[in-house]
């Protein structure tokens, strides 16, 4: 009998690749770019199967010209490049990669904040340039980390882990909000107290985003939150660009409303708003907060598990729409 085919929307692991071939025909887009819709729909002609990431938007459009696919296995904890509800409505499985990537990506956010209000990569690029020529008392003075006040919107895994890295490793006080309020034994374990939007904005030294990007957190930080913040705090945003409108922030950056802001991720990334590229006061990087070779090679073998899981047994280890099951 010859083995279902599935499609590899970006190179990964070659065990990976091996572990999916034991079960199917496999397919893997080579090039360093996402395919674009119309390409993405030709290579899934005939494929039960898709190993997608972030960067590939399985939407209603998609769904449609592709006939054959029963799953689409993201090699992310998020999943708004998923339109869900059209694919349940198509009996398309979606699955996820959660929980794996936690403490990795919570480590990064912590790294990003420090590099943030300690201004290490304007440092680095103020040295590798010869300017470095004497000691002076402010040179790339920078925001306090310990003891200060830690923001947190959206207080899931990796929120909760930042806010345990804050507490208990740099002794701040750890604010947070959040659609709903935590149970009191976590808010204890996180050191964590709950607070309005508002009082997140105005109290936190620190803020970093951590909740998940919808029509709803569209924009949540503009230019009428960016004025709530106090002007020596930092935003990092470790979530999903859309989050932040990029625009305002420059001009908040610019303008010194706010100190200094992080981001990990962008609107319409994998460009860059040319606004960001020309403030000193932000770190940038791209979209690599779970990027740890065992994290990632633990997010694949997830994805991976949900496809043979789902397509050899019916049986996926993290779906999102498990209504799909029940009508199969
Ligand atoms: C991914 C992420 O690397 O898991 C997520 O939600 O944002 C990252 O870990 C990215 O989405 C590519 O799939």
Redesign the pocket.
């Known amino acids: 009998m010859s083995k279902p085919k599935i499609l590899v929307a ?1 190179a990964i692991f070659p065990e990976t690749i091996a572990r999916l071939q034991q079960h199917f025909e496999v397919e893997t887009n080579q090039a360093d770019e996402a395919w674009p819709k119309a390409q993405l729909i030709g290579k899934l002609q005939g494929k039960a199967g898709a190993l ?5 938007r399985i939407d209603a459009g998609v769904l449609a010209g592709c006939p054959d696919l029963k799953i689409c296995a ?6 708004n ?1 998923f339109d869900v509800d059209a694919m349940t409505a198509r009996g398309v499985l979606a699955t ?2 959660p929980d794996v ?1 936690t403490e990795t ?1 919570a480590d990064f956010g912590f790294a990003l904040l420090m590099a943030t209000a300690r201004r290490i990569t304007e440092s680095e690029h103020f040295l590798r340039a010869g300017q470095w020529n004497t000691w002076r008392y402010d040179m790339f003075a920078g925001a306090e980390v310990h003891g200060t006040t830690l923001g947190i919107l959206g207080m899931g895994r990796i929120g909760q882990g930042i806010a345990k890295r804050g507490a208990h490793g740099f002794g701040m006080k750890v604010i947070y909000h959040n659609r709903s309020r935590l149970d009191a034994a976590t808010e204890l374990e996180c050191k964590a107290r709950f607070v309005s939007r508002e009082e997140l904005l105005r109290s936190a030294d620190h803020l970093v985003l951590v909740l998940p990007y919808s029509p709803a957190s569209h924009h949540a930080i503009g230019a009428a939150e960016l004025a709530l913040m106090k002007p020596t705090a930092t935003l990092i945003n ?3 660009g859309g989050i932040v409108d990029d625009a305002a922030l420059a001009l908040a950056l610019r303008e010194k409303r706010i100190a200094a802001a992080g981001l ?2 962008f609107e319409g990334e994998p460009r860059v708003h040319s606004d960001l590229l020309s403030v000193p006061n932000v770190v940038l990087t791209p ?5 740890t070779v065992p ?2 090679l633990a ?1 694949a073998t997830l994805a991976a598990d949900n496809l043979i899981g789902y397509l050899t047994q019916n049986k996926p280890l993290t779906p999102l729409n498990p209504a799909v099951l029940a009508i199969k």
Not at 52 to 56: F, N, P
């Open positions: 970006h997608t990431t972030g960067a590939d993201n090699m992310a904890v998020g999943y490049n996820n990669a990537l990506t470790i979530a999903r990990d991720v979209h690599i907060a779970s990027a994290t990632r997010m």
